[in-house]
């Protein structure tokens, strides 16, 4: 279990105490190997027993002390002494006790009732948390009860007015939180001694993105959300003559680049029937979500932090670079019928009409979930000035209303962050990955490519700036016609105002 870290005003003391997990699931693991072992052992005795008859007797004093020595081992083995998670005390030795606090975790999505566990990791988890809420004498439940569009207003209201209900928001990124940030609606969670930011639960960095000088307004326990990726059609690239799997090899040996991605786009658009027409595709694509992962993975940004104020990060070189690199390789390589709409890809990449397709990791299991030919996804190639694949993380944002007194609050971090501890045993297990595996038609997709976009992320700020509109102000103006460093300038005066607002 990740211990707490001591901040500020309170010792964290650390006491092994009575509560004990239960370790089901490691019993049964312990005892079925238990008896694979014995299994085995057991026939070797028999092999031996078939070239030399044992007396009567002495088969039954064989027997006795075998199932003696089973039941002796099954004892010791299946049964090991506990040890259980280790409560915090306070200064005076005391375990903590939040009085019976009721806490509701307010999203827009949860049903409020507890499943029942799928899987030993599950079990474990639904074990821990009843531990920690019996130990620490509180109890918390994830609910909906705002909805999706409803949400920053009805924070906004609440943390204004105030309430009796013991609440942690879940809070969408966007310009509504910094206003509510600015406007001192958040509690600053800086001042929590019992939160410790360095802990690798916060390794999302949402808590960075939250973050005002010294103060902190919000934050994310959970592992990462996926995002952005390049799904590959596998029929396409084989009738090309490229194999689909040389691409998770690039992509494990660190050759996955925007040179490679243009070769393989290049072997693929032609005109197969020598007709004059092009009619294999490389690339059917959104434009904005092309313009931004190109970025991404060139260690590009458009709105940065330094020295903790917002920066304008849109004509720097490595941005720049990027969105021209996406441009000239969708004006090469993009199928788009005349007259089609911006979503066209919906349709069009599980019609096959083109090879490539730069999306977002929830797609495999909406759009593309009865897709005939199988497909494949990897990490967007990483440009010249990046040394890795990059992931945009957008997670949500947890927030407690600053209109809670200290004592409150601290008491609602406390219980969140000890139920939202790595379970016991599973630290590094990320159960995100479970529910990908039904979505995607390969392993690859989810061993090599989810989970590595679990790890290599970061947070950035565009979304961050009231009065700022990434898509309308910049990213669907920014054409061949209306290249990058002409845009950029065009938006340079507005967005430093909104800049200058946000900094104050």
Not at 8 to 16: A, D, L, T, V
Not at 176 to 197: H, I, P, R
Not at 400 to 405: G, M
Request: proline fraction near 4%; include cysteine; charged fraction near 25%.
């Amino acid at each position: 279990m990740s211990k707490y870290c001591a901040v500020n005003q309170h010792r964290f003391i650390y006491k092994k105490e009575d509560f004990k997990m239960k370790r089901k699931m490691f019993n049964k693991v312990m005892a079925a190997s238990l008896t694979a072992a014995m299994t085995m052992s057991l026939a070797g005795c028999g092999g031996n027993a078939a070239t030399t008859e044992a007396p009567a007797d002495t088969t039954v004093d064989q027997q006795t002390t075998t199932a003696e020595t089973e039941t002796t081992e099954s004892e010791i083995t299946v049964e090991p002494e506990e040890e259980g998670p280790v409560a915090l005390t306070d200064a005076d030795g005391n375990v903590y006790d939040l009085g019976g606090m009721e806490i509701i975790i307010r999203d827009w999505w949860s049903s409020g009732e507890e499943e029942e566990p799928k899987n030993a990791y599950e079990e474990a988890r639904q074990e821990y948390r009843d531990w920690v809420q019996d130990t620490y004498n509180f109890k918390i439940k994830q609910v909906a009860i705002s909805d999706w569009g409803s949400t920053p207003e009805d924070f906004l209201n609440y943390a204004t007015t105030g309430g009796d209900e013991n609440y942690v928001w879940i809070l969408r990124q966007g310009a509504e939180f910094v206003s509510a940030m600015n406007s001192g609606l958040m509690y600053d969670l800086a001042t929590l001694d019992c939160l410790d930011f360095s802990q690798d639960k916060w390794k999302g960095g949402v808590h960075k993105l939250c973050s005002k000088g010294d103060s902190i307004y919000g934050c994310s326990p959970e592992i990462p959300e996926p995002r952005g990726g390049l799904y590959f059609n596998k029929r396409l690239l084989e009738e090309a003559g490229i194999n689909p799997d040389d691409i998770y090899k690039w992509q494990e040996s660190g050759e996955w680049t925007w040179d490679k991605f243009e070769e393989l786009c290049q072997t693929i658009t032609a005109d197969t029937d020598n007709d004059g027409v092009t009619d294999r595709w490389a690339l059917v694509t959104d434009d904005s979500e092309t313009k931004n992962e190109a970025v991404w993975s060139n260690d590009a940004e458009y709105i940065g932090m330094e020295n903790g104020k917002y920066v304008n990060k849109l004509e720097s070189d490595e941005t720049l670079q990027a969105l021209n690199w996406a441009l000239d390789m969708m004006a090469k390589y993009k199928y788009m019928p005349e007259g089609a709409e911006w979503d066209y890809w919906k349709t069009a990449f599980p019609n096959g009409d083109g090879a490539f397709l730069v999306g977002q990791a929830y797609l495999a299991a909406n759009e593309f979930k009865d897709m005939e030919d199988d497909f494949g996804f990897v990490c967007f190639p990483k440009g010249p000035n990046a040394k890795d694949y990059r992931n945009c993380y957008t997670d949500n944002i947890y927030a407690i209303p600053a209109c809670y007194d200290a004592d409150k609050a601290w008491k609602i971090a406390f219980a969140l962050n000890a139920y939202t501890n790595r379970v016991p045993g599973y630290e590094d297990y990320n159960d995100k990955l479970s529910g990908y595996y039904d979505s995607f038609r390969d392993t690859e997709s989810v061993d090599l490519t989810i989970a590595r976009m679990c790890e290599n992320g970061f947070t950035t700020y565009h979304d961050m700036i009231p009065g700022l509109s990434l898509g309308e102000q910049f990213l669907w103006g920014c054409t061949i016609d209306n290249p990058p460093a002409q845009a950029a300038e065009a938006v340079r005066n507005e967005w430093a105002s909104y800049l200058e607002e946000a900094n104050k």
